[in-house]
C-alpha cells in the first residue's frame, strides 16, 4: 500500500521565500501561517520519499529551513491505519530522519511527526530521484515492486572516482550489473535502494569507507549477516558498508577463545569452534552474522548453562564516528563496552570480537514432541513444571504451530495447528537421556524427534526454513511464566491465521545463566524473565504482507498482558525515543545517551534502535 502523507511543515526563516518555493513551485495549498514554520496540504497524494526529495530540492535551491525549534523540514503525516504507521516510521528512520513524535491514534486516522536535519547545500550534488518511482517505493514492504528511474546518489563524482582508487574491495553503484545483489537482505519484505555499496576487505577499507560517508554526508548503514528485522543493514539513497568480505575465525583452544571477524557468520564460529568440541553461545540460524546478533544479545539454545552470546564477548575492536579504531573490554574502555553489549550498533562499527568458549558436543540432544493442539491445555500444565526442574544443560521450549508442509507431519495434525515442547540438551548422553524422558513419556505424542546428533546439525537445522527472500514479520516480549490465560490467547489467534503463510508462538526458557549476571553489568535490559516469547509469520506472496503483518500485531496482543519490562532490541522493529526506553528502561536509556554523546555526538550510527545523543 501506498502511505499516503497529507502534511509537510517547513521551519523557515523567509516566509515569503518558502511559500513561493512549495507554495508555486510544487504545488502545494497554504494551510496555515505560523511565525516559525509554515504547514503545506500535498492533498494526500504523496508518499514519504516525495518529501525527502522536495526538502532536498529545497535546501538545493537556497531556500532556508532552520526555525526556532526545528533542525530541519519536520514532516507531519496522518495515515489510515498502524501498518502505515510502521512503513512511515521505517522510512523515515531510513532515510536519516529523528523521530520526535511517534503516531497515535484521532478521528482521522493516525498522526505523528519526525524531523530531518538540516542539510546545507553543496555544489555538485543531487539528491532528487530521476524518473517515476512507484507510489509505495520508499515502504520497507513494498510488495517487490521495481522502482522505475534511477536513484542518482548524493555522492561527488571526483570524490568517488578517489574513494574507488584507494579502496581494495568492491563497490557497487545502482548502474552496475551486481548492484541488486549487492543491496539484498534476508527479509524479502525489506527492497530498498542504497546510493552505494561497498565490501571493505579490512580495518583499513572500514575507515576509507566511513570517512567517505562522513565527507558526503551519506546515511550509514552497516552489515554483517543482513538478518535485521526492520531492515537496518540497508537504506534508501545512503551508503551500506558491507562486512561480508571480512570473513574468519582463529580459535585459541588452550585459552578457549575465538577471534571473529565482523562480517562472519555464526555457521563460521560454531564451525571452527567444534573443531576443538568447544561452542559460544549463539543463535539457531547459521547464516545469521555475529555481529548483529551479539551487540544486541545473542539467544540461542545454550543459553540457560553458558548465558547469552554478549555474555561471553570477552573485547570488541571498534571503528568509532570520529574514524578511530578503537579497543574496548573490561579493562580498556570499559564504558564503550557496557553499550556495546546491548546497544552496540549505536557505537561504532566491530571489525573483530573475542569470544570466551566452553566445551560442547561434538554430540548432543536434541528435538521436539507434538501433541494435538487439542491438549495444548495439559502439555503446557506439564511443560511448566518440567522445565523448571530441568538442568541448566537443557534448554527448552513450548509453543504453537502449522503443521506444514504437510508432508512433514503425521496425518493427527496435518495442515492444522499444534503444540509442541522441544530442547536441547548440551550435557553427557546418558544425562540428557534421563532428562529428556518425562517430556517424551508424557501423554501420546504424534511425533518424537528427539535424539542425539551433532551439535552442528542442531545448529543448522533451521537454516533451510529461514532462507534469504522470505518475507518475515514477528514481535516478542519476555514474561514471568506461561499461564493458561497466555496459552488460552495464542490458540485463539491460531484460529485465525491467514492463508499462505506459516505463523507461531514460540516460548524459549531463560534463567540460569543469564539471570546470574547482575542486570546493570551490560546494557542488556532483562535478566530475570522465565521465557522469551514471540509471534512470528513467514511467507511469500507479497500480496500477503498486510493480512500476516496483522497477524503478528493481533498475536502479540495475546503476549502483551503477561510481559515484564524490558524487550530483546533484535526484535523490535518499531522505531522512537518511546520505544527505545521500553527496550532498556529509563536508566539504562539515560546512561545510553550520555555514552551516546561522548562517543557518537553527531549521531552518525542512527540506523538501528537509536539512541539519539
Excluded at 80 to 108: F, K, L, Q
Excluded at 262 to 283: N, W
Excluded at 371 to 385: C, I, K, L, M, N
Excluded at 514 to 521: G, L, S
Aim: aromatic share 10%; glycine share 12%; charged share 25%.
Amino acid at each position: 500500500m501506498a502511505v499516503q502523507v497529507t502534511t509537510i511543515m517547513i521551519g523557515v526563516e523567509d516566509l515569503a521565500r518558502s511559500k513561493k518555493f512549495y507554495g508555486e513551485g510544487l504545488g502545494c495549498t497554504i494551510d496555515q501561517d505560523y511565525p516559525q514554520f509554515v504547514s503545506f496540504n500535498m492533498g494526500g497524494g504523496s508518499s514519504s520519499l516525495a518529501l525527502y526529495e522536495w526538502e532536498a530540492a529545497a535546501q538545493d535551491a537556497g531556500v532556508p529551513s532552520e526555525g526556532s525549534g526545528f533542525r530541519g523540514v519536520s514532516f507531519h503525516y496522518i495515515v489510515p491505519s498502524r501498518e502505515a504507521v510502521d512503513e512511515v516510521m521505517a522510512t523515515a528512520v531510513a532515510a536519516g530522519g529523528d523521530v520526535v513524535r511517534e503516531a497515535a491514534a484521532s478521528p482521522y486516522g493516525y498522526f505523528g511527526y519526525f524531523q530531518r536535519p538540516r542539510r546545507p547545500p553543496l555544489e555538485g550534488r543531487d539528491q532528487r530521484v530521476v524518473g517515476e518511482c512507484e507510489d509505495d517505493a520508499d515502504s520497507p514492504a513494498r510488495k517487490g515492486k521495481p522502482v522505475s528511474g534511477q536513484v542518482t546518489a548524493a555522492i561527488d563524482a571526483s570524490a568517488l572516482s578517489r574513494f574507488r582508487d584507494g579502496f581494495a574491495g568492491l563497490v557497487a553503484l545502482p548502474e552496475d550489473d551486481g548492484y541488486d545483489a549487492a543491496r539484498a537482505v534476508w527479509n524479502g519484505m525489506i527492497d530498498r535502494r542504497p546510493a552505494i555499496v561497498v565490501r571493505p576487505t579490512g580495518v583499513a577499507d572500514v575507515l576509507a569507507a566511513l570517512r567517505f560517508a562522513r565527507e558526503q554526508e551519506l546515511v550509514i548503514a552497516v552489515r554483517s549477516g543482513g538478518h535485521s528485522i526492520p531492515g537496518f543493514s540497508t537504506c534508501d539513497g545512503g551508503i551500506v558498508i558491507d562486512l561480508s568480505s571480512m570473513r574468519g575465525v582463529r580459535v585459541d583452544p588452550e585459552r578457549r577463545v575465538a577471534r571473529v571477524n565482523g562480517g562472519s557468520l555464526l555457521g563460521d564460529l560454531d564451525h571452527e569452534a567444534q573443531a576443538f568440541g568447544l561452542a559460544c553461545p549463539v543463535g539457531v540460524v547459521a547464516h545469521t552474522g555475529v555481529a548483529g546478533l551479539t551487540l544486541g544479545g545473542g539467544m540461542g539454545r545454550l543459553q540457560r548453562k553458558y548465558g547469552l552470546t554478549l555474555d561471553n564477548l570477552l573485547s570488541v575492536d571498534v571503528v568509532t564516528a570520529d574514524g578511530r579504531l578503537v579497543h574496548a573490554s573490561e579493562d580498556e574502555n570499559p564504558d564503550l563496552f557496557w553499550g556495546m553489549r546491548g546497544a552496540g550498533p549505536n557505537f561504532g562499527i566491530v571489525t573483530s570480537f573475542e569470544f570466551r568458549l566452553h566445551p560442547v558436543g561434538p554430540m548432543i540432544t536434541h528435538g521436539t514432541v507434538m501433541h494435538p493442539v487439542e491438549r495444548a491445555g495439559e502439555v503446557a500444565e506439564f511443560y511448566r513444571d518440567f522445565f523448571e526442574g530441568a538442568p541448566d544443560e537443557m534448554w527448552s521450549a513450548f509453543g504453537v504451530g502449522l503443521a506444514l508442509p504437510e508432508e512433514d507431519f503425521p496425518p493427527e495434525v496435518t495442515g492444522g495447528p499444534f503444540v509442541f515442547m522441544g530442547g536441547l540438551h548440551c550435557g553427557s548422553l546418558e544425562q540428557a537421556e534421563r532428562d529428556f524422558a518425562p517430556m517424551r513419556a508424557f501423554g501420546s505424542p504424534v511425533k518424537d524427534t528427539v535424539e542425539q546428533k551433532p551439535y552442528l546439525t542442531a545448529q543448522r537445522m533451521n537454516d533451510e526454513a529461514q532462507a534469504w527472500g522470505h518475507r518475515f514479520s514477528m514481535k516478542s516480549g519476555f514474561t514471568a511464566g506461561l499461564p493458561d490465560e497466555l496459552v488460552d490467547g495464542c490458540l485463539s489467534q491460531m484460529d485465525r491465521v491467514p492463508k499462505g503463510g506459516d505463523c507461531s508462538f514460540s516460548f524459549w526458557s531463560c534463567g540460569r545463566a543469564i539471570a546470574r549476571v547482575d542486570v546493570d553489568t551490560t546494557a542488556f535490559p532483562t535478566r530475570d524473565a522465565a521465557f522469551w516469547a514471540s509471534a512470528e509469520a513467514m511467507w511469500d506472496d507479497s500480496g500477503l504482507d498486510q493480512d500476516h503483518r496483522e497477524w503478528v500485531r493481533s498475536g502479540m496482543t495475546a503476549i502483551t498482558p503477561f510481559t515484564v519490562a524490558g524487550r530483546y532490541v533484535n526484535d523490535v522493529a518499531e522505531s522512537g525515543e518511546d520505544v527505545v526506553r521500553s527496550v532498556y528502561g529509563d536508566a539504562k536509556y539515560e546512561r545510553l545517551v550520555q555514552l551516546k554523546r561522548a562517543w557518537d555526538p553527531d549521531n552518525v550510527f542512527r540506523l538501528n534502535q537509536n539512541i539519539r545523543p
